[in-house]
Nanobody, 120 residues
Framework: QVQLVESGGGLVQAGGSLRLSCAASGSLFRINVMGWYRQAPGKQRELVAGITRVGSTNYGDSVKGRFTISRDNAKNTVYLQMNSLKPEDTAVYYC??????????????WGQGTQVTVSS
């Protein structure tokens, strides 16, 4: 089992910044990718950013150039630095860890979510 605990959400004005943190604990072997997803009211959950164990990253189109994902393997923590925030970034942000249970079979773990609200 893997436990994910997010922190850092809150209320910020448009143009401001926030940094989210996700601390992982438990059986952390074979976690190949960690990332952040978000879900706004009435919308599907979408990928914000992901990072592999070796540091390769990918981003959703709407956040490219504004958000940066990073990880500290020694602390088992993933960060999401969010700059130039827009009202449309308002959502619940979820940390995700994808674990290879057996070769080719992945299991997703999710945090409880943290609310990010951007006021105009």
């Amino acid at each position: 089992q893997v436990q994910l605990v997010e922190s850092g959400g809150g209320l910020v004005q448009a143009g401001g910044s926030l940094r989210l943190s996700c601390a992982a604990s438990g059986s952390l072997f074979r976690i190949n990718v960690m990332g952040w997803y978000r879900q706004a009211p009435g919308k599907q959950r979408e990928l914000v950013a992901g990072i592999t164990r070796v540091g390769s990253t990918n981003y959703g189109d709407s956040v490219k150039g504004r958000f940066t994902i990073s990880r500290d393997n020694a602390k088992n923590t993933v960060y999401l630095q969010m700059n130039s925030l827009k009202p449309e970034d308002t959502a619940v942000y979820y940390c995700n860890a994808r674990q290879e249970v057996v070769a080719g079979l992945m299991h997703d773990y999710w945090g409880q979510g943290t609310q990010v609200t951007v006021s105009s």
